[in-house]
């Protein structure tokens, strides 16, 4: 059973910093994907960044520059490391764990940027 736990949302600046962080419970060393999605109410969940089992990173456009994800294996953690804030980036943050995808989602948490 995987179960992830994320911590780290709150209120921002525009042009601010956040960093979430995500614990995974269960066999998450053996899972290659593990990632941040994010919802806006009355949108569909999009990907903002991924990160593979070697480190092999992936993100979306619109937080390229601007967002990093890490993951320390031995510890089953991964971070979302957001700069330069934008009101846009205002949503629910999952994480996510899976062997090629999201197949595990944590119960989220909330980025609200103010301009």
Not at 9 to 21: F, I
Not at 59 to 70: H, P, Q
């Amino acid at each position: 059973q995987v179960q992830l736990v994320e911590s780290g949302g709150g209120s921002g600046q525009s042009g601010g910093s956040l960093r979430l962080s995500c614990e995974g419970h269960g066999i998450i060393r053996r899972l290659d994907h593990m990632g941040w999605y994010r919802q806006v109410p009355g949108k569909e969940r999009e990907l903002a960044a991924s990160i593979t089992l070697y480190g092999v990173e992936n993100y979306a456009d619109s937080v390229k520059g601007r967002f990093t994800i890490s993951r320390d294996n031995g510890k089953n953690l991964v971070f979302l490391q957001m700069s330069n804030l934008q009101p846009e980036d205002t949503a629910t943050y999952y994480c996510t764990a899976g062997r090629y995808g999201p197949d595990h989602w944590g119960k989220g948490t909330l980025v609200i940027v103010s301009s």
